[in-house]
């Protein structure tokens, strides 16, 4: 049997018009929408791609990475990248092709992801389905002592959605930092993997502590309890962008 040649794409999209990233019957997703262009490309009657993870309705991603197997007589080079950007709709952009080892795989080869939360303080026309409005100031000093107890390696039960089957709860969150910015305040988390609905639950439970409704050392009450109904409420998909995946064998210095 034939071992195909393996490849990653990176790609960015706005998550906006897709359920997600995901394929799934009776519903647009950025999966189903890179497979049509791949297989019309390549004139291939049947070729699936697997992502590095999965983005609900409405979340973006600026760094998303996807592998495919094609036949060694495809050929497959840079030129794959202006023929999907031709042919891909406007909210999903690739941005290179990347030849990888066999074994290479874009979900369980990744060591760490990174993800970025945006919150604007008054309306923009021009951002209304890519950030969360919220117009009450927050205490960035109190999140973001706060998020001093998500670092390490820890149970972080009370921050998944129900009935995620997820085979455990233990991540490694290495980075949580809010900030200031220009009509608004950025949220940016780092870990090794995420649970479903985790960062925006993580959002929503720093946004009560912003606003005084809960002072900065509960979030250790937070983790320690393992239950969802202990946490805030999840901060809406459209601020969410997946923004930071790392795999051994490609070179973070290489802006693409």
């Given at each position: 049997?034939?071992?195909?040649?393996?490849?990653?794409?990176?790609?960015?999209?706005?998550?906006?018009?897709?359920?997600?990233?995901?394929?799934?019957?009776?519903?647009?997703?950025?999966?189903?929408?890179?497979?049509?262009?791949?297989?019309?490309?390549?004139?291939?009657?049947?070729?699936?791609?697997?992502?590095?993870?999965?983005?609900?309705?409405?979340?973006?991603?600026?760094?998303?990475?996807?592998h495919f197997d094609a036949p060694s007589?495809?050929?497959?080079?840079?030129?794959?990248?202006?023929?999907?950007?031709?042919?891909?709709?406007?909210?999903?952009?690739?941005?290179?092709?990347?030849?990888?080892?066999?074994?290479?795989?874009?979900?369980?080869?990744?060591?760490?992801?990174?993800?970025?939360?945006?919150?604007?303080?008054?309306?923009?026309?021009?951002?209304?389905?890519?950030?969360?409005?919220?117009?009450?100031?927050?205490?960035?000093?109190?999140?973001?002592?706060?998020?001093?107890?998500?670092?390490?390696?820890?149970?972080?039960?009370?921050?998944?959605?129900?009935?995620?089957?997820?085979?455990?709860?233990?991540?490694?969150?290495?980075?949580?930092?809010?900030?200031?910015?220009?009509?608004?305040?950025?949220?940016?988390?780092?870990?090794?993997?995420?649970?479903?609905?985790?960062?925006?639950?993580?959002?929503?439970?720093?946004?009560?502590?912003?606003?005084?409704?809960?002072?900065?050392?509960?979030?250790?009450?937070?983790?320690?309890?393992?239950?969802?109904?202990?946490?805030?409420?999840?901060?809406?998909?459209?601020?969410?962008?997946?923004?930071?995946?790392?795999?051994?064998?490609?070179?973070?210095?290489?802006?693409?």
């Open positions: 049997m034939e071992i195909k040649p393996r490849y990653f794409l990176q790609l960015a999209y706005d998550g906006t018009p897709y359920r997600g990233w995901q394929r799934q019957p009776e519903a647009p997703s950025v999966q189903e929408e890179v497979e049509h262009a791949l297989r019309t490309i390549l004139h291939l009657p049947e070729l699936f791609v697997v992502g590095c993870g999965r983005t609900d309705t409405g979340v973006h991603a600026t760094d998303y990475y996807l007589d495809h050929p497959v080079d840079e030129r794959l990248v202006y023929s999907l950007n031709s042919m891909l709709p406007d909210s999903i952009a690739v941005k290179r092709v990347i030849p990888v080892a066999d074994d290479a795989h874009a979900r369980f080869s990744a060591t760490e992801r990174g993800y970025v939360y945006l919150i604007l303080r008054k309306k923009d026309a021009f951002m209304a389905d890519r950030a969360h409005v919220l117009h009450p100031a927050l205490d960035v000093g109190a999140m973001n002592e706060a998020c001093k107890h998500l670092i390490g390696k820890q149970d972080f039960t009370s921050f998944c959605k129900a009935g995620s089957d997820a085979k455990t709860m233990i991540c490694d969150v290495r980075m949580a930092e809010w900030e200031v910015v220009p009509n608004g305040y950025r949220f940016r988390i780092r870990a090794d993997r995420f649970l479903r609905n985790m960062v925006r639950a993580i959002v929503g439970t720093c946004i009560r502590i912003g606003k005084g409704q809960a002072p900065p050392e509960s979030m250790a009450e937070v983790i320690a309890a393992k239950d969802r109904s202990m946490a805030g409420k999840s901060a809406s998909a459209r601020g969410l962008y997946l923004e930071h995946v790392v795999y051994p064998f490609i070179p973070t210095n290489i802006v693409a």
